[in-house]
């Protein structure tokens, strides 16, 4: 409880702009908890954050190591994923980002979140064929998860499909309405005029035939 209340705080002076705080904060939840997974990501990410803006190689070093050590305790630790695979595109090792979301997927063949990682990564190089097949895939795993779909209705707006898009926005919303950027989305569509389309269901095949950056934890 110790450990998840200095996460807790850590995460507050993050969010009011105060770095070293919360640096502070996610140390002590280690002192408390020395294999706190949420701790080693939280202080990545502020280390991963304060690295950026100073262009400091040797605190980007340290983020990641600490990335690297999250993951050594919750090899499926979604954020630490996304927060390490961040990293190593912002050091020119695109190339080793692909590497490490293609890893966890073969590990975790049955969860969705690698596939909508993976998924992630393809969108934002550009790669939309195979970002919308990884997205198919994780429906494919589990048609209820809401990131999944929120994830086809940015494709599908991307693509100009926007009748598809709010569908799937949509369905997100109906699995997460805590989501406030999807309610967004959808909202910005609906003052278009965008009517909704029905949703096509995901195939269990490779192709999605027809069918449409750091949070920390506590």
Known sequence: MAASGYNVAGVRAVEEGQPQVAVNQFQKALGHDPTNPDAYYNLAATYHQMGKQSGDSNTMHQAEALYNQCLDLNPNHTECHRGLAVLLVDTKRSDKAFTLMERWEQRSPQSADPKIELARLYQEFGDKENAMNQLNQALAVDASNSRAWAAIGSLREQNGELGQALANYQRSYQLNNLDSGVGSRI?????????????MAPTSGTQLANQPNSRKRY
């Open 187 to 199: 909202a910005a569509l609906q003052r278009q005029g965008i009517q909704s389309e029905v949703p």
